[in-house]
């Protein structure tokens, strides 16, 4: 009943709640149906307050979920910097892969997450990490990106940070024929700039 209180309360924002559950002994690390801890559903939420009295309470950035997604991996999918920051002092583990082989850095680009990007390449994250279907962070910008200005600027903060940006996929294309087939042409051309062939 403890557990799920506090599972219920991490999933509300409930910071008050989440912290009488764990005073009473509820179990910091307890699973609901999906196999969710109540870190996983506070970072799921960006309920920031109740991940910062997790983290502190002693709670793993790293524990899988049923799809295999951890308090961590959720971040990159959100584009939350403030849980991003929030659960840092608990250690994520960098190189943890989403069920489909990539680090968070991966989804943030798809989805256009700058900030977020911007900040998760400060933590030392593998801005060259290839995900099962052979792309990088560079790539799924170009590719599932529109080449507005946030993938743009997504872009330029992967190039900054060292991005190989000859690195193909699966198929033998570079990033520059995705944009160029693509028709992103500031891409392209932030692409060339970098030295890409």
């Given at each position: 009943?403890?557990?799920?209180?506090?599972?219920?309360?991490?999933?509300?924002?409930?910071?008050?709640?989440?912290?009488?559950?764990?005073?009473?002994?509820?179990?910091?690390?307890?699973?609901?149906?999906?196999?969710?801890?109540?870190?996983?559903?506070?970072?799921?939420?960006?309920?920031?307050?109740?991940?910062?009295?997790?983290v502190?309470?002693?709670?793993?950035?790293?524990?899988?979920?049923?799809?295999?997604?951890?308090?961590?991996l959720?971040?990159?999918?959100?584009?939350?910097?403030?849980?991003?920051?929030?659960?840092?002092?608990?250690?994520?583990?960098?190189?943890?892969?989403?069920?489909?082989?990539?680090?968070?850095?991966?989804?943030?680009?798809?989805?256009?997450?700058?900030?977020?990007?911007?900040?998760?390449?400060?933590?030392?994250?593998?801005?060259?990490?290839?995900?099962?279907l052979?792309?990088?962070g560079?790539?799924?910008?170009?590719?599932?990106?529109?080449?507005?200005?946030?993938?743009?600027?997504i872009v330029?903060?992967?190039?900054?940070?060292?991005?190989?940006?000859?690195?193909?996929?699966?198929?033998?294309?570079?990033?520059?024929?995705?944009?160029?087939?693509?028709?992103?042409?500031?891409?392209?051309?932030?692409?060339?700039?970098a030295?890409?062939?």
């Amino acid at each position: 009943m403890l557990d799920q209180e506090l599972l219920a309360a991490a999933a509300r924002g409930d910071v008050a709640a989440v912290r009488e559950a764990l005073a009473a002994g509820a179990d910091i690390e307890a699973r609901d149906v999906q196999r969710r801890t109540a870190l996983l559903l506070a970072a799921a939420a960006d309920h920031v307050e109740v991940a910062e009295a997790l983290v502190a309470a002693g709670a793993d950035p790293d524990a899988l979920d049923f799809r295999h997604d951890t308090p961590w991996l959720v971040t990159g999918v959100t584009g939350s910097v403030a849980m991003l920051r929030a659960l840092l002092p608990a250690g994520p583990d960098l190189t943890v892969r989403n069920r489909y082989g990539g680090v968070s850095l991966i989804p943030a680009c798809e989805r256009g997450h700058v900030d977020y990007v911007r900040e998760v390449l400060t933590t030392g994250i593998d801005v060259d990490h290839v995900n099962d279907l052979g792309w990088t962070g560079l790539l799924e910008a170009v590719i599932l990106g529109d080449g507005s200005r946030p993938y743009q600027e997504i872009v330029g903060l992967l190039i900054a940070a060292g991005a190989d940006v000859d690195l193909a996929d699966g198929d033998g294309l570079t990033p520059l024929a995705h944009a160029t087939a693509k028709g992103q042409s500031e891409v392209a051309a932030l692409l060339r700039a970098a030295g890409a062939r």
